[in-house]
């Protein structure tokens, strides 16, 4: 059965709110300092502590920055270089350096700079590099394929930053939370920028609590005392019903004609619409008016995620104006099940239909990460994970 996580932001979400529901679900915190421990980044120390919130029990994660440790900032370069350095898995490496760009271009476009002067004060300091990185890594190890949040609570009033007394939601998060429905309650910040750069960058829907039959839920605390809530993001981890094989849903087809534009921006645009919520993105060569050769660009992504898709098409590309209409699609259930193979454990994407498996295909980052390690070709590493992933059905596993 595949597993679902729904993110709860009643009370909004921060990234070390995030990490706390994390470890309370029963990530061991012991893990998730040895996998940071692989960032090139000192001078800090992660504590995870029982605590109470509005009469709620909830995790309390705390990033402590020793003095020698603190940095007051870092520019994008600087986040991209240590995040490359490090030892970190190519998917976590890949995955946190594209947030880290889009919270630049948020934040260039948000005080009116270029992005390489974009100086990330509260974001670039060390807590918030083990928040993001700590939270890609995270949602990663738990193995959610299908990951759905509530509309989330922003909190209202003001914020002071380094920017001086700004209005809730603060830009940044305004910006990232673009298509995402919301709602202010409660007269503090309830979403920081970590929170939403997190939530957006792995969640696909948005609506009230699928489906699901529930496993555990975590409770991540924050550090405000509030009255009349608890301040805690919850964080629930449960598994579609075997009886439910296929999923019905909408889905946003967007599309644009290009035939100006330099096929180097292509590949980088890819990656920033897929860093953004698409879910897809491809292009099909056409034949334009006066016989311009030009492509079709497609886009397929969750209805709440339009806003920021076209803001990106529009600053980053030559079209004058896309299309759009939504779609049901059909889901097969899935499940991601790791392998033991001879080059070390891979995962594999299982597809079923009326309840037999039609389809196992395995992760391809996975089969990268192997084959470099091993200087051997992809495709071998691939076999030998299906081979293995056969054996296994075999045997009952």
């Known amino acids: ?110 005080h009116g700079v270029e992005i390489e002067r974009v100086h990330f004060h509260e974001v670039g300091a060390v807590d918030a590099i083990v928040d993001i990185v700590g939270g890609v890594w995270g949602l990663e190890r738990l193995g959610a394929g299908r990951l759905v949040s509530s509309p989330v609570n922003v909190g209202s009033g003001s914020v002071n930053t380094q920017h001086g007394l700004l209005p809730i939601p603060a830009p940044a998060t305004l910006r990232l939370l673009e298509g995402v429905p919301v709602y202010g309650s409660g007269e503090y910040e309830m979403t920081t920028p970590t929170g939403a750069l997190l939530l957006t960058g792995h969640v696909t829907e948005y609506g009230p609590l699928p489906a699901m039959s529930i496993d555990k839920a975590g409770y991540g605390a924050g550090e405000r005392e509030t009255s009349g809530r608890p301040n805690v993001f919850r964080l629930i981890l449960g598994s579609e019903s075997p009886t439910r094989e296929e999923n019905v849903d909408r889905v946003l087809v967007i599309e644009t004609e290009i035939d100006d534009m330099s096929p180097q921006i292509y590949g980088p645009l890819m990656e920033k619409l897929l860093a953004a919520g698409a879910l897809d993105v491809y292009l099909s060569p056409i034949q334009m008016k006066k016989g311009r050769p030009g492509q079709l660009l497609t886009i397929l992504a969750a209805p709440s995620c339009r806003g920021v898709i076209e803001r990106i098409l529009f600053t980053e590309t030559t079209t004058l104006g896309v299309r759009r209409r939504e779609c049901e699609r059909t889901i097969l259930a899935r499940e ?18 009326a309840g037999s498996v039609v389809g196992a295909q395995p992760e391809f980052d996975d089969c990268v990460l192997r084959a470099r390690e091993h200087s051997l070709p992809i495709k071998e590493i691939w076999s030998e994970a299906l081979v293995s992933y056969r054996g296994m059905k075999a045997q009952g596993s």
Do not use: N
């Open 336 to 353: 991601t099940v790791s392998v033991d193979t001879a080059y070390g454990p891979i995962r594999v994407k299982v597809a079923r239909h």
């Open 1 to 110: 059965m595949s597993r679902v996580a729904y993110f709860d932001c009643h009370a909004g979400i921060a990234g070390d709110m995030l990490l706390g529901a994390l470890v309370d679900l029963g990530l061991p915190v012991e893990e998730l300092r040895e996998a940071l421990a692989k960032l090139p980044l000192e001078g800090y120390q992660i504590e995870a502590r029982s605590v109470r919130k509005g009469g709620l029990a909830a995790t309390k994660l705390d990033v402590l920055i020793e003095p020698a440790g603190h940095h007051h900032g870092r520019h994008l370069a600087e986040i991209v270089d240590l995040i490359a350095s490090s030892r970190l898995d190519a998917l976590v490496k890949r995955k946190s350096e594209a947030l880290f760009r889009r919270m630049a271009e948020v934040e260039a476009a948000a």
